[in-house]
């Protein structure tokens, strides 16, 4: 697992920058009512995509909370007395707060199943009725483009995907949240090149391999004999879930 304290500085640039983030905020955006009024952002991260869903409509009130500091730092100086620090799983807001909460890129970040539940359950918990959730799912699938780092990594051991589409619309329902529809957006800058995935290898972003063991260090030499060494491969697209919790 990355450091994200020590990531934050650099994370935006190493993560598609802006026209990622505007890809992000229109398709989330594009699941929220009109007339939503107060949005929670979980795992804001460093607020690149929640001060555009602040900015988009001139009476959506946005909170963002982020587990991190490093990264919370950088969300308030985007959105100065709009930030918070807590954890997804105890949120410290009373039932129905809010009339949307999404999570961009956070389900798969959690340890297991439980902790998806509890985080998908604390939603459901401070949505007012007739809110949304929305959330990304099935997102290390997304970066598998079919390209020849792919082929490469093919054989490389893998932790079950936590938010699998399936199972969170299980733990949704099992909240009493019903579907509410699927968006899709492109993930700018963030098409894989062979040295920059060797160098996330190195640097423990695959969490199945770390760093300096054997099997890496293999993966790592396949990687380096590919063609092209700087050359970004497709775009991934990622996957968003909708949600909404009964009126009355």
Partial sequence: MLDYDKEA?????????????????DAVLGLIPAHTGRLLDLACGTGIVTRRLA???????????????GMARMAAARL???IVLADSRRLPFA???????????????????QDVRGV???CARVLRPGGVYVTTVDKAAAHDVGSDIDEVLAGRPRRAARDAAVLVEEYAAQCGLLPAGPARFLGHG???SPRRTAADLGRGWFTMLPPGDPLTERFAAHL??????DRPRADPV???????????
């Fill in 190 to 192: 963030q098409g894989r």
């Fill in 238 to 248: 990622f996957s968003l879930r909708s949600f909404r919790k009964p009126a009355g």
């Fill in 55 to 69: 900015s988009a409509r001139p009476g959506l009130r946005v909170t963002g909370a982020d587990l991190t500091y």
């Fill in 95 to 113: 039932d129905n707060t809010f009339d949307a909460v999404t999570s961009v890129w956070l389900l798969h970040l959690l340890d297991d199943a």
């Fill in 9 to 25: 500085d650099a994370y935006d640039a190493s993560r598609g920058g802006e026209p990622r983030a505007r890809a992000a905020a």
């Fill in 224 to 229: 380096a004999a590919l063609p092209d060494q």
């Fill in 120 to 122: 998908v359950a604390e």
């Fill in 80 to 82: 100065p007395g709009a």
